[in-house]
T-cell receptor, first 115, second 115 residues
Framework: AQSVTQPDIHITVSEGASLELRCNYS??????LFWYVQSPGQGLQLLLK??????LVQGIKGFEAEFKRSQSSFNLRKPSVHWSDAAEYFC?????????????FGTGTRLQVTL | GAVVSQHPSWVICKSGTSVKIECRSL??????MFWYRQFPKQSLMLMAT?????????EQGVEKDKFLINHASLTLSTLTVTSAHPEDSSFYIC???????????FGQGTRLTVV
């Protein structure tokens, strides 16, 4: 079965500092990978996704992620964090079924930004 | 991206009553919809997958008679929590996927509180 691990439950960074959120997956085939952000009491917003092609993926709000097959990782990065980035971040994986996206989520990483 | 609307955003109900949550795809036809449950400070757990016009497929451990899912049209799926109890209090999120893409779009979630 597929699984996603986000080793860091909680991360605190200063505004303006760089950020990297870790994500490791376990999957038998080439996965489709996603990063979502969730503000308190809200649904999920897609930051970026990897389906195929260039392993460095650019997303919204200045985020990027790199797919490393050899390390089974899909870490999320941002060069300079803003206070508004404080939220919960979820990594997710799915397989391409052609029409449906049954996602398996990691446990999430809560990002706190200090001013 | 496509828009998925969930209603209500929050609901409080008495123990023993039933509550219906709607999930609508506003600008695309959703052949598949997913229902997730999220406990405080935890990840999203898939409850069931519903395909338009057919019975929902429930994940292991989810009571299908308690969480009734109906996907009667290509734009609407409903989740009914029957005979709700305080332990059913949670954040419920739906997502919808169309026939021509593998990306699922999320609703904003419904906070259910059973008193």
């Amino acid at each position: 079965a597929q699984s996603v691990t986000q080793p860091d439950i909680h991360i605190t960074v200063s505004e303006g500092a760089s950020l990297e959120l870790r994500c490791n997956y376990s999957y038998g085939a080439t996965p489709y990978l996603f990063w979502y952000v969730q503000s308190p009491g809200q649904g999920l917003q897609l930051l970026l996704k990897y389906f195929s092609g260039d392993t460095l993926v650019q997303g919204i709000k200045g985020f990027e992620a790199e797919f490393k097959r050899s390390q089974s990782s899909f870490n999320l990065r941002k060069p300079s964090v803003h206070w508004s980035d404080a939220a919960e971040y979820f990594c997710a994986v799915t397989r391409n079924t052609g029409t449906a996206s049954k996602l398996t989520f990691g446990t999430g990483t809560r990002l706190q930004v200090t001013l | 991206g496509a828009v998925v609307s969930q209603h209500p955003s929050w609901v409080i109900c008495k123990s023993g009553t039933s509550v219906k949550i709607e999930c609508r795809s506003l600008d695309f036809q959703a052949t598949t919809m997913f229902w997730y449950r999220q406990f405080p400070k935890q990840s999203l757990m898939l409850m069931a997958t519903s395909n338009e016009g057919s019975k929902a497929t429930y994940e292991q451990g989810v009571e299908k008679d308690k969480f009734l899912i109906n996907h009667a049209s290509l734009t609407l799926s409903t989740l009914t929590v029957t005979s709700a109890h305080p332990e059913d209090s949670s954040f419920y999120i739906c997502s919808a996927s169309g026939a021509v893409n593998t990306e699922a779009f999320f609703g904003q979630g419904t906070r259910l509180t059973v008193v």
